[in-house]
C-alpha cells in the first residue's frame, strides 16, 4: 500500500491563504477518490473536501465552501488543498486520506478511508 505525505501545513495570520499538498508514492493514486479531513485539539476528526479519481467531481464541508479548494494532479500523485480567507477555527492537523479499493464515491466519513498521511499542521491566528 502506498504511502501519503502531506506538506505545506504552517502558521499563518487569519484571512490569508496556504496550499497544502499531499504525494502519493504509489501508481495507483488514480484509481482512487481523495479526501482531506482535519482535526483540531480536542475534537474529532472531520471531512474537510473530497474529489473523485479524475478530480471531475468534488465535495465540501460547508464551514469551508466557497473558501477552500480541493485538486488533484494525477501526473505528478498528488492532491492539493487551496485555502484562501483562513479563520481561527480552520486550525487543526489537516490529513490527507484515500480510498483505495472501497468504491468510487466521494465518502465524508473517515472510517471510509483506509490509507491516510500523518497529517500536517495548520494553525491560524487572529
Known amino acids: 500500500q502506498g504511502r501519503l505525505v502531506e506538506s505545506g501545513g504552517g502558521l499563518v495570520q487569519a484571512g490569508g491563504s496556504l496550499t497544502l499538498s499531499c504525494v502519493a508514492s504509489?501508481?495507483?493514486?488514480?484509481?482512487?477518490?481523495m479526501g482531506w479531513f482535519r482535526q483540531a485539539p480536542g475534537k474529532e476528526r472531520e471531512f474537510v473536501a473530497g474529489?473523485?479519481?479524475?478530480?471531475?467531481?468534488?465535495v465540501y464541508a460547508d464551514a469551508v465552501k466557497g473558501r477552500f479548494t480541493i485538486s488533484r494532479d494525477n501526473a505528478k500523485n498528488t492532491l492539493y488543498l487551496q485555502m484562501n480567507s483562513l479563520k481561527t477555527e480552520d486550525t487543526a492537523v489537516y490529513y490527507c486520506?484515500?480510498?483505495?479499493?472501497?468504491?468510487?464515491?466521494?465518502?465524508?466519513?473517515?472510517?471510509?478511508?483506509?490509507?491516510w498521511g500523518q497529517g500536517t499542521q495548520v494553525p491560524v491566528s487572529s
Open positions: 504509489d501508481r495507483t493514486f488514480s484509481s482512487h477518490p
Open positions: 474529489i473523485s479519481m479524475g478530480g471531475g467531481s468534488t
Open positions: 486520506a484515500a480510498r483505495r479499493g472501497l468504491g468510487y464515491y466521494i465518502s465524508r466519513s473517515p472510517s471510509e478511508y483506509n490509507s
